[in-house]
C-alpha cells in the first residue's frame, strides 16, 4: 500500500458509507500503479469491506463468485 494511491489520501475515504463515497474512492484507485496487487490481496484475504483494487464490496463478491464457477467447469 506504500506505493499506491491511496498513501496520499485518508484511510476512510476507502471505507465510504454510501454510493458515492464509493464512486470518489474508486476514481482514486483507478490510476494506482498497484491496483491489481491491492485487488488480489483484498479477494484472497476475503476483504469484506471498503474499496480495494477499484471495486466495491459488492463487485469483489461477484469476483469471488465467478472464479468459483470458473473452477467447478474446469474441475468437472
Known amino acids: 500500500m506504500a506505493s499506491g ?5 485518508p484511510p476512510e475515504v ?3 458509507s454510501d454510493g458515492v463515497g464509493v464512486e470518489v474512492a474508486k476514481k482514486i484507485c483507478a490510476s494506482c500503479p ?3 496487487t491491492c ?11 471498503g474499496v480495494w483494487g477499484a471495486t466495491s464490496e459488492r463487485q469483489r ?13 474446469t474441475l468437472s
Do not use: G, S
Open 14 to 16: 476507502f471505507f465510504p
Open 61 to 73: 463478491r461477484r469476483i469471488l463468485k465467478a472464479r468459483r464457477a470458473k473452477r467447478l467447469v
Open 39 to 49: 485487488l488480489e490481496y483484498a479477494l484472497t484475504n476475503r476483504v469484506d469491506h
Open 5 to 9: 494511491n491511496c498513501n496520499n489520501h
Open 34 to 36: 498497484v491496483k491489481e
